[in-house]
C-alpha cells in the first residue's frame, strides 16, 4: 500500500479490523501524518514492567542522528492501539481499562523519558500528556473519520511538536466546613 494517505489508510480498513490489521494497515500512516518516518516507529517496545509492551513507541526527534532504533532509550511517545471491535467510546468498560492500560505503561521504568500516550481504533483516538507521575488526557477522546483525521492529527501534532508549557492543577477537599465555628463563651 505504498504511497497512500492517511485518509486512504483509514478507509481501507474493514468495519471488524481486529488489532494486527489498525497496526500494519493504519499505523504507518498516522505516524507519518504525527511527522515520524515508518523507520522511527518501534513495535511491541519493553516497558520495563514485567513482560508488557506497549504497541508502538516514538523516539524523540531531537536532530536527524536519531539513535533510538538502535538503544532503545528515551522514548517520547507511547501508542496503545486496539482493534475497531473494542469500544474505545468514553465511558466504556473497555475504553477505561485502555486507558488504565495506558497509564501503567507510561509510569513504566522504560518509561521515564516518555511526555505523550494515545490510544486508538482507529474510529476513536486520544491523546495523553505524562508530567511526572501525573497523567491526564490532553484532548478529548475524538472520533476519528476519513472527514476529519487530517484536521485532528494537525492538532495532535502541533500539541506533540510545540506543547504548552504551563499545568494548572485544582486542589480539592471534600472535607466541609470553613473553620468559622466559635468555642462558647465561658
Known amino acids: 500500500m505504498a504511497n497512500q494517505t492517511l485518509e486512504q489508510a483509514l478507509a481501507s480498513l474493514p468495519v471488524d479490523a481486529i488489532e494486527a490489521m489498525v497496526g500494519s494497515n493504519f499505523m ?12 522511527e516507529t518501534y513495535p511491541q ?18 536532530d536527524d ?7 532503545k532509550t528515551n522514548p517520547k511517545i507511547l501508542i496503545e492501539i486496539k482493534g475497531k471491535d473494542i469500544n474505545l467510546t468514553e465511558g466504556a468498560s473497555q475504553y477505561k481499562s485502555t ?44 472520533e476519528i473519520n476519513t472527514e476529519n483525521i487530517t484536521k ?12 504548552s508549557t504551563g499545568l494548572t492543577v485544582a486542589i480539592y477537599n471534600n472535607k466541609g466546613g470553613v473553620g468559622k465555628t466559635q468555642p462558647p463563651s465561658t
Open 28 to 39: 504507518p500512516e498516522f505516524c507519518k501524518a504525527l511527522g515520524f518516518n515508518p523507520t
Open 45 to 62: 517496545y519493553r516497558t520495563g514492567d514485567g513482560n508488557e509492551a506497549i504497541d508502538f513507541t516514538l523516539p524523540h526527534n531531537l
Open 65 to 71: 542522528t536519531d539513535i533510538f532504533l538502535s538503544t
Open 99 to 142: 486507558v488504565k492500560q495506558l497509564k501503567r505503561y507510561l509510569l513504566s521504568p522504560n518509561c521515564k523519558t516518555v511526555e505523550w500516550g494515545i490510544i486508538t481504533n482507529s474510529c476513536h483516538l486520544q491523546l495523553f500528556r505524562k508530567h511526572g507521575k501525573v497523567i491526564h488526557p490532553a484532548t478529548q477522546n475524538l
Open 152 to 163: 485532528i492529527i494537525k492538532q495532535i501534532k502541533q500539541k506533540i511538536h510545540s506543547p
